[in-house]
């Protein structure tokens, strides 16, 4: 069973930007670290070469994992032969939690570039919402009431991520 997450990645071309988009509209602004060096863990990512990247990895104060993005330094990142769809095998989306749904769907809403679902909400299940990022990337927004911390705003961390599987025991 998996109960928690540190951190969540995506490769971006320019990090700074999409760090800061995250830090205004999210609440990722505590920045815990700013580093270049070589990615000798992601060879399995970049065809079996170390690469140099630069890295932030920022977390939101409401509590949650954290979110790391990076870029390459000396490489453009290429993007997917065909645009990911849900139940493609893999992470589908980044799952961030939030106290406030409908707060989160209203400021997500009113950002240019993005895309979003309208809000869902059941008897049984926490309310959420689907939304693609200025870069494409999908995240989910899930109401969760846990706070280690009042903040500003509406959501937290990254709680999980949306995954599909070829094979579900």
């Known amino acids: 069973m998996i109960n928690g997450i540190q951190q969540m990645g995506i490769g971006v071309l320019d990090a700074k930007r999409v760090f800061n988009w995250y830090r205004k509209v999210l609440g990722f602004d505590i920045l815990v670290f ?7 863990l992601m060879v399995r990512y970049t065809d079996g070469v170390p690469m140099e990247r630069y890295a932030l ?3 939101n104060l409401m509590g949650g994992g954290g979110l790391e993005i990076w870029q390459f330094k000396h490489r453009t990142p290429r993007p997917p032969g065909e645009q990911p769809a849900p139940g493609d095998l893999g992470i589908n989306a980044m799952k961030i939690r939030a106290a406030n749904v409908k707060e989160v769907h209203s400021n997500v809403r009113g950002q240019n570039n993005v895309v979003v679902s309208k809000i869902h909400s059941s008897d049984q ?3 959420f919402i689907y939304f693609k990022d200025p870069w494409q990337n999908w995240v989910q927004i899930v109401e969760d009431p846990y706070q280690f911390c009042r903040t500003k705003f509406a959501s937290g ?5 949306v995954i599909s599987v070829s094979d579900m025991p």
Not at 34 to 40: F, I, L, P, Y
Not at 157 to 161: F, K, L, S, Y
Request: no cysteine.
């Open 34 to 40: 700013e580093d270049e060096s070589v990615a000798r």
């Open 57 to 59: 990895l920022a977390m």
């Open 125 to 127: 299940y926490p309310s």
């Open 157 to 161: 961390g990254v709680m999980g991520a």
